[in-house]
Structures are given as structure tokens and as C-alpha cells.
């Protein structure tokens, strides 16, 4: 299968791996995908006291456009407030990668990963203030 | 890419997928090409030397190709390749013999092109059975006795399997099916000049052989199908009756000349070159699992053909893998490289676990795979399964201690 030139840049250079303190106040985390089914999403965001993204890592268990996708959410995530990073579509990621369409859930899975670790930020924000 | 790889004096792509194809050998080449040019002939030609020559050529190489399986000469059918000699085998005989019997026993995990002749003789109402295997890749002969019955046709189960390499217990098979009065088909694509067959001591009474798997050209293979006591097929394609009216069609005289001297030459070297691979093999894998925990080898670690190594690095999908390994040709374990996204039926029918039928590739040395091949191979995919280990959140929750089964995974 030939990839475009944008999932390889991805795949080689990956950016924003890695991991944060999937405890602290100010992170929020999102696990989304199986095992068996060939790809795991894991996508962390740290949110500053203005509601703002500053910080995102992801690390990610499947195909190199699924590598691709959760890095790139990461790039487009950073600086974005929660709103904003939660109306990502999957769609953007598939046309911004040229994603072939058996790889389009690739795309998806980002999308939901996101959504996740946003979801899981406010239910810890939810906590603190109830 | 993994930085730092010294690439040593080796020509890349490196060709590690000698399952799919093999290279023609050069002396296999040189015996092949004067019967594009001059001597040309059609070998059904009687009235004239050019036939002459031209028969005189497919009749040697008949007798080459019967000599490397233990059969006679008046054995061999030519075909196209081992995917039509399967179709012959199994729609042959079930069609010649299907007034007094219609069942088929196959197993799960064999080719493709088997599997999908059993699903066309089911539409045509026959009944398959399918032998499960164990974990090692390997057939119960238990179950293959009691599959086995007075309506039962014909019994086909590969010598070596395509993806994984295991052997089949061939010559415990074919006394099962003598005993019970059924045909035994084998489909040995893989192991025909790779491990040493006869079809005599092995009790066999059809084999596929394909020319491409065993350093010879594409487009030629032949079906082995015995004499005594005779085995009887309906032909697939009529014309002019050639190979015993049991395939039609004007011989392709290079590419016959090309099997048999590619199996000729198989027989001859068949020690050394196995010597040769089960070393190479030996050191890949002692090389991997040196550097990388959490490797497995699928199938039985034993019983198999050393040139075919099938690994799942776990926590590590496959297809990623290959992409951060361009420099080698393997083929993927799983079929995600394909447009489904289901991991190969082989593996799972082996009962490899999902996530690790994921992470699977397939390695194959061959003939002309040099030490400096399977080092450099051996260092780009440690260091490739280590950069993707370092970005898979398995990994690290196995580092943390956690249970992946113990997660409630939504399944997508």
C-alpha cells in the first residue's frame, strides 16, 4: 500500500510522543480502540487554568495511519480550547493525510481519542468542583 | 526509520519472502533459454526433429521432476502452477468418483486455492470437512481417522504450510487414508526440493508442485497423480488430450525444461542448501530473541521448514513494522496490508491470540540469503520493533503491570 507523503513524515518523525501524569488534576487522558482489532489510541492533554491545550502526547499501537492520525491531533490540538479541540473532525485528518478509505477509521479513532481525553479533563474538573 | 543502522555492503531491498517467490537459478536460466529461440518446437509435433527435440526436452524433465518425489515419469502432469494442480487434484476426483463418494477432508489452514476448491465442490454438493489444528500448527490424526469415511473421497493436507512453515506428518497421513481406502492429496508448493518427499514410503497419491517456489519459472507446476493403484480424474480443460487427456493444451516447453532442472538441481543440493537455511534461520532468530523480549515463533518450533519464520513482537502491529523495515521485503503475518483488516486465518486458527496475530510478520530465507543479510535484518528490525514498543501504550501499560485482558476494550 502506498502511503502519502504526509503519513510517512508522521510515521518517521512522529510528533509529541510520549506520556503524562494520567493523575494529575490537569490532564486528561483518552484510551480508545482494542487490541484485537490491530490499533490503541491513547491521547493526553494538559490544560492550563485558562481552559486553554498547552500540552499534548499520544502514544498509539496500530498501522502507520493510525500512527499518523494521532500524531497530527496532537499538532492541531495544542493552543486550542477545549470547544475548539472537540470539534476536530475525523474527516479534516482523513483529507489532511489523504487517508485511502479502508484507513478512514484511522481518522476516527483520533477523533474519538480526543473527544475521550477531553471528556475524562471535565470529569475531573467535575469532581474537584462538586 | 531507526537512525544509526550501518548499512554493510549488501544490495537493499534485502529479499526475505521466499514463500511468495523464488528467484529462477541462474543454471536453471541457462537450461531454459535455447528453447525460446532454437529449438523451439512444439513437443506434440511428430513429424519433424523440431518436435522431436522439443519432446525429448519436456520427457526429461518430466523424469526430473518424478525423481525428486520418488514417482515415475508417467506420473507427472504438467500445469500451470501448483493453484490449477490443486484444482485438478480435488475437483478431479471428486467429480470422477462422486456416484459412490462425496466428501472431502481438508484442513483449515491450508492455501487458499484449496480452501476455495472445497467451497465450489460444496456448491456443487459435495460435503468438506475442515481438520482443526493444534496451537503448533499440526493436524490430530485422530481426528483425521475420524473424519475419514466410506463416502470420503479424497484427503488433502499441505506438506508445508505457507505461512507458517509447519509440516504435516505426511507418511503417518497417507497410511491413515491407504488403510481407509480413501485418495491422498498433498499440496506441497513449499516443500517439493525443500524437504525430502516419496510418494512411495509416504503413501501419496496426488501432489501439487508449483515451479516458482523452488528457484524456477512461474507459469509451470505439475500434478503428481499415481498410477498403481490408479488414481482417475475428469479433466478440467479439453483439447487435444495431451499429459494423458488429463490436461490439455500444447506444453510449454522452456518453462517444463525449467521445472525439471530446478528440481534436478534441488535434489542434488537439497542437504547442503537445508544445512545452509536451517543455520541462517538459526541465526535470525537467536539474533531477535537475544535483543527483543516478547517474541513468538507460530507454529511448531520442530517440526517445520527452517526457511519460514513467522513471529508476532508483540505490543508492535505488523503492518507499522513493515513500513519502519523498507529496506527488507518480508510479507505481513496478517492480512492488513490487504484491504481487510483481519488478521490471517492461519494464525488465528491456531488460536493465536488477536492483538498478537496483530503484530506478525513472516520471514523466509532461501538459496541466495547471506549472513550479512540476516544481520543487517536481525539489527533494522530490533531496533524498529524497540522504537515502536517505545510509542505503543500497551507496551508501557505491560511495563506498569497491568492486565491488557483485565481492560474493557471497545471493540470497534
Keep these: ?130 | 526509520m531507526v537512525e544509526n543502522t550501518k548499512k554493510p555492503n549488501i544490495k537493499t531491498p534485502v529479499y526475505l519472502d521466499y514463500q511468495a517467490t523464488t528467484p529462477v537459478d541462474p543454471r536453471v536460466l541457462d537450461e531454459m533459454l535455447p528453447y525460446f529461440t532454437e529449438k523451439f518446437g512444439n513437443p506434440h509435433s511428430r513429424s519433424h526433429s523440431f518436435g522431436w527435440e522439443a519432446e525429448e526436452a519436456v520427457e526429461t524433465a518430466r523424469a526430473q521432476v518424478a525423481h525428486v518425489i520418488g514417482a515415475d515419469e508417467k506420473e507427472i502432469v504438467f500445469t500451470s502452477g501448483a493453484t490449477e494442480s490443486n484444482n485438478l487434484a480435488l475437483k478431479g476426483v471428486a467429480q470422477f468418483y462422486k456416484d459412490r463418494k462425496d466428501h472431502v477432508v481438508t484442513v483449515v489452514t491450508e492455501h487458499k486455492c484449496v480452501l476455495d476448491t472445497c467451497r465450489h465442490l460444496e456448491q456443487e454438493g459435495f460435503r468438506v470437512t475442515y481438520l482443526p489444528v493444534a496451537k503448533n500448527g499440526l493436524i490430530d490424526l485422530d481426528q483425521l481417522r475420524d473424519a475419514i469415511t466410506d463416502r470420503t473421497a479424497i484427503v488433502s493436507v499441505m506438506g508445508v504450510n505457507n505461512e507458517i512453515g509447519v509440516i504435516q506428518p505426511l507418511k503417518e497421513i497417507g497410511a491413515i487414508c491407504r488403510q481407509r481406502g480413501t485418495f491422498f492429496h498433498t499440496d506441497c508448493a513449499q516443500a517439493v526440493g525443500k524437504i525430502p518427499l516419496d510418494v512411495e514410503e509416504m503413501n501419496i497419491d496426488l501432489m501439487s508442485i508449483s515451479g516458482h517456489k523452488l528457484y524456477g519459472p512461474k507459469g509451470i507446476g505439475a500434478l503428481y497423480v499415481r498410477r498403481k493403484p490408479r488414481v482417475r480424474l475428469r479433466a478440467m480443460i479439453d483439447g487435444g488430450g495431451q499429459e494423458r487427456g488429463m490436461r490439455s493444451g500444447t506444453l510449454p516447453t522452456p518453462l517444463c525444461v525449467g521445472l525439471g532442472s530446478a528440481c534436478a538441481i534441488a535434489e542434488k543440493y537439497m542437504g547442503t542448501d537445508n544445512e545452509r537455511i536451517r543455520r541462517l534461520s538459526d541465526r535470525f532468530y537467536d539474533g531477535i530473541t537475544a535483543t527483543l523480549p516478547e517474541v513468538f515463533l507460530n507454529g511448531d518450533r520442530a517440526q517445520r521448514y527452517p526457511g519460514n519464520l513467522n513471529l508476532s513482537f508483540a505490543y508492535v502491529e505488523g503492518e507499522s513494522l513493515l513500513m519502519g523495515i523498507k529496506d527488507l521485503a518480508v510479507s505481513s503475518g496478517s492480512a492488513c496490508t490487504s484491504a481487510s483488516l483481519e488478521p490471517s486465518y492461519v494464525l488465528r486458527a491456531l488460536g493465536v491470540d488477536e492483538e498478537l496475530a496483530h503484530t506478525s510478520i513472516r520471514i523466509g530465507f532461501g538459496r541466495f540469503t547471506t549472513e550479512a543479510e540476516i544481520d543487517y535484518a536481525v539489527e533494522l528490525i530490533a531496533g524498529q520493533v524497540k522504537k515502536l514498543r517505545a510509542m505503543s501504550p500497551l507496551w508501557e501499560m505491560v511495563q506498569e503491570g497491568i492486565d491488557l485482558k483485565s481492560i474493557n476494550w471497545a471493540e470497534h
Design chain 1, 1 to 130: 500500500m502506498a502511503y502519502s507523503e504526509r503519513v510517512v513524515d508522521h510515521y518517521e518523525n512522529p510528533r509529541n510522543i510520549g506520556s503524562l501524569d494520567k493523575n494529575a488534576q490537569d490532564v486528561g487522558t483518552g484510551l480508545v480502540g482494542a487490541p484485537a482489532c490491530g490499533d490503541v489510541m491513547k491521547l493526553q492533554i494538559k490544560v492550563n487554568e485558562h481552559g486553554i491545550i498547552e500540552d499534548a502526547k499520544f502514544k498509539t499501537f496500530g498501522c502507520g495511519s493510525a500512527i499518523a492520525s494521532s500524531s497530527l491531533i496532537t499538532e492541531w490540538v495544542k493552543g486550542k480550547s477545549l470547544d475548539e479541540a472537540a470539534t476536530i473532525k475525523n474527516t479534516q485528518i482523513a483529507q489532511h493525510l489523504a487517508l485511502p478509505p479502508v484507513k478512514i477509521h484511522c481518522s476516527v479513532l483520533a477523533e474519538d481519542a480526543i473527544k475521550a481525553a477531553v471528556a475524562d479533563y471535565r470529569a475531573k474538573q467535575g469532581h474537584k468542583a462538586g
